[in-house]
């Protein structure tokens, strides 16, 4: 069975993305998921990523899922897609292939939902304006869970500028959020009490001086050694929740300050074990992503479909 982006769109709303993401990381801390596995190989233009875990539920069959990415970042430039992958699905019972599926729209979803977590369980409870660094997929996909969270009005910035300008006016159509375009990014993240940084940077760019107090920074960008998006100032400063610490500390913004305070991660975050604790407390998600995630949404997929043939 084959799952295409329209598929995997068509299928799955925000909403059940949020939830299914909750579910399997308090599976995972109950031992019903098993640890995550990464690596990475990097090639002249770009990085190959390979992500993989199984769940073993009780009372029936688990699922095995591995997913392949192409991420290539000089592609935009001549209209080709900066990820393409794949992921494929299998049960756990006797080995059998269920799906192939699309991974970029996946990985979007999954990593939007997860943010979206992070929003509602760390954020200022009156957080209503958020900035999006990055206009790209991942910034369209953040927008439907920002306004998930009850965000109300967005900047959005982006170095190349007609990018955001077409976000946004996609997101006040489609969406009927109220979402504008800023050519100045500094003046943005300190009006704002939610920050998601989604960008191919390779030099950090958000600093101390750029976040006000009480705000909550999701650093999804950096998921390889060479990306970076968060100045290590602003990292040491606030209290840092991971996807997970020892894979942040590989790939991650936390690679570029190593002697950050890490508070706890995702998982901590969903079970409550880790909170905010103080209304001027400064948080970084530093998101690196994990198989969890996908997992979570491909569960989704395949439930009510036959097996792949």
Known sequence: MLISS???????????AITAVEQALLRMGAGLVSAPVSMGVAVADGTFHVKACTSTPPDAAGLFVAKIN???????ATG???????IAVFDTRHGDLLAIVDSPSI??????????????????????????????????????????????????FDTVSPQARALAQWARVTLGINCEAVDDMRRATLASRVIVTCTPSRQAF?????????????????????????DPALLTRARVVTDLTAQCLKAGDLHHAPTSVVCGEL????????????????????????????????ELLVSARPPFA
């Open 107 to 156: 990985t979007a979803l999954r990593t939007a939902a997860t943010t979206a977590l992070v929003i509602r369980h760390l954020a200022p409870r009156d957080a209503r304006v958020a900035t999006v660094v990055g206009c790209g997929m991942q910034g369209r996909f953040h927008l439907e869970a920002l306004q998930a969270c009850g965000i109300q009005r967005v900047h959005l």
């Open 6 to 16: 329209e598929q995997v769109l068509r299928d799955i709303q925000i909403g059940q």
């Open 80 to 86: 080709r897609p900066t990820i393409q992958g794949a």
């Open 206 to 230: 958000l600093g101390a001086d750029d976040v006000g107090p009480g705000t909550l920074v999701a650093a999804v960008g950096a998921d390889n050694e060479g990306k970076s998006e968060i």
């Open 267 to 298: 998982a901590d975050v969903v079970a409550g074990r880790v909170a905010r604790t103080a209304a001027d407390d400064i948080v970084v998600f530093d998101s690196t992503g994990l198989a969890v995630q996908d997992l979570a949404l491909c």
């Open 70 to 76: 192409a991420n290539f970042p000089a592609n935009s």
